[in-house]
């Protein structure tokens, strides 16, 4: 089965870039989605098709996606950017799955 | 708006079963492929189930394979999650979402049932 990995914990300063990445084999040929996840909340779409932006979500946040790795990356990191994400794509168009998890930390 | 509302989540024992309902709202809800997700305590995101708009397929992952069934009614708006042969590691959040049809991706979220599995 199709497996993503995204580090475990990433920080970035008040102000600054914070990039997350999902690693996947020859993911670049997938879309891939992103959730933003805050404690006690359902999670929420911040990026959808590798570099698109749902209604709502601010133009900080943008994604690529390329050979092995797709990144999320959160310009201007702002206090209330603290939370997890999660990638997501599909596999064999049949399942679901979820990278484990990157609990963005801003200092 | 468009609204999901999980109901159903409680404490049951190991080997029992449950039954999770998810109310929907706001669009049309049987032009829709709605999945289950379940999150453990302190633990990431895992994907449960999928069901397409007619019922015509039904995906699950491996862990629940065999001891879940996912279901919807449409005349009623709702998704169901029937859960048997509950283990201590199926102790979870469950969410219901809604698949974008175009993009495939979970667009909205409900706000997640507790179901605890424990003797």
Same mark, same amino acid.
């Given at each position: 089965?199709?497996?993503?990995?995204?580090?475990?914990?990433?920080?970035?300063?008040?102000?600054?870039?914070?990039?997350?990445?999902?690693?996947?084999?020859?993911?670049?040929?997938?879309?891939?989605?992103?959730?933003?996840?805050?404690?006690?909340?359902?999670?929420?779409?911040?990026?959808?098709?590798?570099?698109?932006?749902?209604?709502?979500?601010?133009?900080?946040?943008?994604?690529?996606?390329?050979?092995?790795?797709?990144?999320?990356?959160?310009?201007?990191?702002?206090?209330? *950017?603290?939370?997890?994400?999660?990638?997501?794509?599909? *596999?064999?168009?049949?399942?679901?799955?979820?990278?484990?998890?990157?609990?963005?930390?801003?200092? | 708006?468009?609204?999901? %509302?999980?109901?159903?989540?409680?404490?049951?024992?190991?080997?029992?079963?449950?039954?999770?309902?998810?109310? =929907?709202?706001?669009?049309?809800?049987?032009?829709?492929?709605?999945?289950?997700?379940?999150? =453990?305590?302190?633990?990431?995101?895992?994907? %449960?189930?999928?069901?397409? &708009?007619?019922?015509?397929?039904?995906? &699950? =992952?491996?862990?629940?394979?065999?001891?879940?069934?996912?279901?919807r009614d449409n005349s009623r708006n709702t998704l169901y999650l029937q859960m048997n042969s509950l283990?201590?590691?199926d102790t979870a959040v469950y969410y219901c979402a809604r698949d974008h =049809?175009?993009?495939?991706?979970?667009? &909205?979220?409900?706000?997640?049932?507790?179901?605890?599995?424990?003797?």
């Amino acid at each position: 089965s199709y497996e993503l990995t995204q580090p475990l914990s990433v920080s970035v300063a008040l102000g600054q870039t914070a990039s997350i990445t999902c690693g996947g084999n020859n993911i670049g040929s997938k879309n891939v989605h992103w959730y933003q996840q805050k404690p006690g909340q359902a999670p929420v779409l911040v990026i959808y098709r590798d570099n698109n932006r749902p209604s709502g979500i601010p133009e900080r946040f943008s994604g690529s996606n390329s050979g092995n790795t797709a990144t999320l990356t959160i310009s201007r990191a702002q206090a209330g *950017d603290e939370a997890d994400y999660y990638c997501q794509v599909w *596999d064999s168009s049949t399942t679901v799955v979820f990278g484990g998890g990157t609990k963005l930390t801003v200092l | 708006q468009v609204q999901l %509302v999980e109901s159903g989540g409680g404490v049951v024992q190991p080997g029992r079963s449950l039954r999770l309902s998810c109310a =929907a709202s706001g669009f049309t809800f049987s032009s829709y492929n709605i999945h289950w997700v379940r999150q =453990a305590p302190g633990k990431g995101l895992e994907w %449960v189930a999928v069901i397409w &708009y007619d019922e015509s397929k039904k995906n &699950y =992952a491996d862990s629940v394979k065999g001891r879940f069934t996912i279901s919807r009614d449409n005349s009623r708006n709702t998704l169901y999650l029937q859960m048997n042969s509950l283990r201590v590691e199926d102790t979870a959040v469950y969410y219901c979402a809604r698949d974008h =049809a175009m993009d495939r991706m979970l667009d &909205y979220w409900g706000q997640g049932t507790l179901v605890t599995v424990s003797s």
